[in-house]
T-cell receptor, first 115, second 110 residues
């Protein structure tokens, strides 16, 4: 266990559904991340929150909407997704540091299937 | 040009051998480098990180960094079947920006 939890672990949704992914970290970190991992592709950084402020948005479609109410919780709201959005969605956290960067610790992921 | 390149493998080694995993990166300004292990169906877990040129050892694992050649590697000594996984190289290319390679699949046969 890395101290980062994600729920649900598996999700099947239709293209017209609205669902949310939840991430919680118990490490006292102040930066949180959403990644997408598709087969045969590298992990793609979607969003970064540092001190609850979004600092990175990697040209992600608006059907993905992140929310970070505090430094321990991160959500990814999903709306009208496409089948190509089916993937493993990973949350990570780190201690916000300047300079060389800090190690990111990953949650177990949510396996999403869009029908 | 991919920012972080890894051979996808699979790299097959017999139990007890040394497995050598390689990674090249394109951003010369990168300062920190990470190796993660990912078992099938699981999330990445950190093995080790390296910031300075040279070698860094942790148990059976040794990370090697050569910034001039933009090359980072991971050596696994006395490989075990439980080491069979995909190994992800990640490079910090800026403030909180970690870029991952596609990973190298390692198979250790008993």
């Amino acid at each position: 266990e890395t101290g980062v939890t994600q729920t649900p672990r598996h999700l099947v949704m239709g293209m017209t559904n609205k669902k949310s992914l939840k991430c919680e970290q118990h490490l006292g970190h102040n930066a949180m991340y959403w990644y997408k991992q598709s087969a045969k592709k590298p992990l793609e950084l979607m969003f970064v929150y540092s001190l609850e402020e979004r600092v990175e948005n990697n040209s992600v479609p608006s059907r993905f909407s992140p929310e970070c109410p505090n430094s321990s919780h991160l959500f990814l709201h999903l709306h009208t997704l496409q089948p190509e959005d089916s993937a493993l969605y990973l949350c990570a956290s780190s201690q916000d540091k300047t300079g060389a960067g800090e190690t990111q610790y990953f949650g177990p992921g949510t396996r999403l299937l869009v029908l | 040009q991919k920012e972080v390149e890894q051979n996808s493998g699979p790299l097959s080694v017999p139990e007890g051998a040394i497995a050598s995993l390689n990674c090249t990166y394109s951003d010369r300004g990168s300062q920190s480098f990470f190796w993660y292990r990912q078992y099938s169906g699981k999330s990445p877990e950190l093995i080790m990180f390296i910031y300075s040129n040279g070698d860094k050892e942790d148990g059976r694992f040794t990370a090697q960094l050569n910034k001039a050649s933009q090359y980072v590697s991971l050596l696994i000594r006395d490989s075990q079947p439980s080491d069979s996984a995909t190994y992800l190289c990640a490079v910090n290319t800026g403030f909180q920006k970690l870029v991952f390679g596609t990973g190298t699949r390692l198979l250790v046969s008993p």
